[in-house]
């Protein structure tokens, strides 16, 4: 079992910034693909990015391409989301996710973070 923790949330106003933490309970983490999701009111969680167990791979959904980054310190047993240029569309529930392979899919994750909000104003 893997538990994890989002942290980092809160409100900023838009072309502003936030990096959100998810620290992992157990020492295995280095095994796992990590993932960001998203949900915002009234609509399905949705991908936002995903790194490989390696830090190797990458992947980011469209709309925050260029704009969100997505990494992992092993020492730390944690992933991180640089999120820069937020506009009220990035409006959301973000969720961390662990899994066996990075993908843009939620059923390929096996363990979830319970959630952090991220309100942007315009």
């Known amino acids: 079992q893997v538990q994890l923790v989002e942290s980092g949330g809160g409100s900023v106003q838009a072309g502003g910034s936030l990096r959100l933490s998810c620290a992992a309970s157990?020492?295995?983490?280095?095994?796992?693909?990590m993932g960001w999701f998203r949900q915002a009111p009234g609509k399905e969680r949705e991908f936002v990015a995903a790194i490989s167990a390696s830090a190797l791979t990458t992947t980011y959904a469209d709309p925050v391409k260029g704009r969100f980054t997505i990494s992992r310190d092993g020492a730390e047993s944690t992933v991180y989301l640089q999120m820069n240029s937020l506009n009220s569309e990035d409006t959301a529930v973000y969720y961390c996710?662990?899994?066996?392979?990075?993908?843009?899919?939620?059923?390929?994750?096996?363990?979830w973070g319970q959630g952090t909000q991220v309100t942007v104003s315009s």
């Open positions: 157990r020492r295995t983490f280095s095994r796992y693909a």
């Open positions: 996710a662990a899994g066996s392979a990075p993908s843009l899919r939620r059923n390929a994750y096996d363990y």
